[in-house]
């Protein structure tokens, strides 16, 4: 009896916010669920539409860990086919040859990766180079801080080892991964971020990359005393400061809000939010840091929602794997949309986005 084989699911690269998160989001489902997929329209309202260097290179990648059949996948292109095979666990080196996103290169291999060899529990390494530290794409701090506590309140275990910095546009920095297959177990609690309770403290971090140091004492200092002028305990807050190894120039600072979470028995949980900004040549060290703590601040004092606007798109896909869960957040985006629609054009589950005020909503991942 021949085994009949899946039928292709056209997705439009165009829809919603129509970006590279389509093409990746359909990558990693579409290696989970073994279902071929056709992507057309690619980035089709972007200024330089069809697949960018970045985008190649996770369809590249992909192809790799899941031995797929990939059609018209080459720079520019507006549409590509992918059928994945098995994906399976191993060490794989990843070169974007840019300042392209390393983070982005990993969200996309990694729910595939978390699913492979359960039987074995084989870890998988992945060792990416580019950028690490992108303007629009997750920094490494922010994955390291935000989404791996995250993720790992519902199992799945994700260790990152920040190598070496990259900033565009040389790039030139790495990260090497080393990914658990994940088990659910039957008495896992449900994922649930919803109260927040009292604030728990807030770190600031400033990097530089072969830039004068002083960068960093300063941009702490506008940091901190912006906060302690709103009303912040400056008890709560500490400072820390790193000179980051690599090629080229550049600077990071993020801050690190942790709140307990109410509601929970018999123990106390926490929650971290990163908030991440990036050094600008035409911005003092001063005005980087009173943009940071503006970010805290609207976080802290104008909503009363755990999870923030970036975090909210990188859960949805954890959550749909891992049983479900709710939490509230604060920006419900077009990305966030986008992303709960493409997920249930593969998976069983039901994503409800209700907004409850201004600042406020509540998401919710039933499988």
């Known amino acids: 009896m021949t085994k009949t084989k899946p039928k292709t699911l056209k997705i439009d690269g165009s829809t919603g916010e129509g970006g590279g998160q389509i093409i990746r989001t359909a990558l990693s489902l579409s290696m989970l669920t073994g279902t071929p997929i056709e992507i057309t329209n690619i980035r089709a309202g972007r200024a330089k539409p ?18 797929a059949t ?7 292109s507006m549409a590509f086919t992918f059928t994945p095979s098995i994906v399976k666990s191993g060490d794989y080196t990843f070169d974007i040859g840019s300042a392209g996103s390393t983070s982005l290169v990993l969200q996309t291999l990694l729910p595939a990766l978390l699913f492979a060899n ?4 084989t ?19 922010f994955l390291q801080q935000a989404f791996v506590p995250a993720v790992a309140k519902l199992g799945m275990h994700v260790d990152i080892e920040f190598v070496q ?3 565009a546009p040389i790039g030139g920095g790495m990260i090497k991964v080393a990914i658990t297959p994940f088990m659910r177990h039957a008495s896992a609690s449900q994922f649930n971020l919803t109260k927040r309770g009292k604030l728990n403290g807030i770190e600031l971090v400033a990097s530089v990359l072969n830039l004068e140091y002083d960068i960093c004492k300063r941009e702490l ?5 912006s906060l302690v002028e709103a009303g912040i305990d400056k008890t709560l807050i500490t400072t820390k400061s790193f000179k980051l190894q690599g090629i080229g120039e550049g600077n990071s600072c993020y801050a690190q809000v942790t709140h307990e979470v109410s509601d929970t028995q018999n123990y106390k949980e926490y929650h971290s939010e990163v908030f991440t900004l990036l050094g600008e040549k035409r911005s003092s060290a001063e005005k980087i840091g009173c943009r940071l ?5 609207r976080y802290v004092f104008n909503t009363d929602s755990l999870v923030d606007e970036y975090l909210t798109d990188q859960l949805l896909l954890p959550l749909a794997l891992a049983g479900g869960g709710e939490f509230t957040a604060r920006v419900v985006s077009k990305h966030t949309e986008t992303q709960a629609w493409l997920i249930q054009q593969f998976l069983p589950v039901e994503i409800q986005l209700k907004v409850i005020d201004e600042q406020k909503n509540l998401v919710q991942v039933v499988c």
């Open 50 to 67: 069809g697949l960018m260097r970045q985008h190649l290179m996770c369809v590249q990648a992909s192809q790799q860990i899941s031995n």
């Open 70 to 76: 990939v059609t018209g996948a080459v720079l520019g």
């Open 118 to 121: 359960t039987n074995t529990q």
């Open 123 to 141: 870890v998988s390494t992945v060792t990416i180079k580019g950028g690490t530290h992108n303007p629009l794409a997750p920094t490494t701090d």
């Open 165 to 167: 910095a990259g900033f």
């Open 221 to 225: 200092a506008s940091a901190k005393a």
């Open 293 to 297: 703590s503006g970010l805290v601040k």
